[in-house]
């Protein structure tokens, strides 16, 4: 099933206007022998990243993003129409530039999808912490195809050039692509029925102990208490609506992103998740909420 295309970056509007990884649990998937590492990924984010310094945003953006990348604009858009139209560098700019750098990553059992996530920075000031979902093209090459991120305290976290910390690769997957898609369709359907009621114990029965929730404001939630605080902070109920996302070819990672809004607001949030495959089913690796750009809740 190919994937949807419509995500917004949050990167890109925080400048013009994590190391953190919990251990992996027992029922984490186990890195084996043969199975393939995230290292060009997070090769790919620092050519990325030391492009954007060298030629500014726009053309790093636009080179690094496959054709059907989405940003939140605030709301999802082709992240080609977005960065398209910005203005190209000026020689003479002398604001500070966007900084980023990874820090936790992963990649499917079949090598073709991945992602990164790690802080940002506007100069010398850590802003927050992005999450960019990559895909493999045909060529061999990776680029980004989903790039969001949050203004969260980063101070806390490793410098530029650190060591990342990678999630441990699946042992096995669905069935299908397609399959993939349609079994955490199902999840994400009992997650929003759960969230309708109390979004605090939704998230529950669909986390490992290494899940990550990424929230404006607080640091990573990296471990039960910080997830218990990050989605008290949320609000306590949300509609979600999926509308869109991708599977890898092994059937062991899907990513998706969709609307959330608190009942009866005027306004909408997003999220945006990845799930991976393990021995105990699909489980939710990644959480990023959203909220409406107006600050409603």
Known sequence: MADFATRPAFIALALFLSSCSAAPQPDAPSRES?????DAIVAAERAFAADGLERGVKASFLAYSADEAIVFAPDPASAHTVFGARPDRDANDSRPPLIWWPLYAGISRSGDLGFTTGPYAVGEERRG?????WRKQADGNWKWILDAGVGADASGEAAQGSDVSYLPTSAEGAASRDAAMAEVSSHESALAVAAREDLSSAYGPFMDDDARLHSEGPPPAIDAPARAAALAARPARLE??????????????????????APGAASTGYYVRLWQYRSNGWRLVFDEYLPPADGAQ
Request: glycine share 18%.
């Open 34 to 38: 043969g199975a393939p590492t995230p």
């Open 129 to 133: 912490h992005y999450f960019t979902i």
């Open 240 to 261: 979600m609506a999926p509308i869109g996302g991708g599977a890898s070819d092994a059937g062991d990672m899907v990513w998706t992103y969709g609307e959330a809004r």
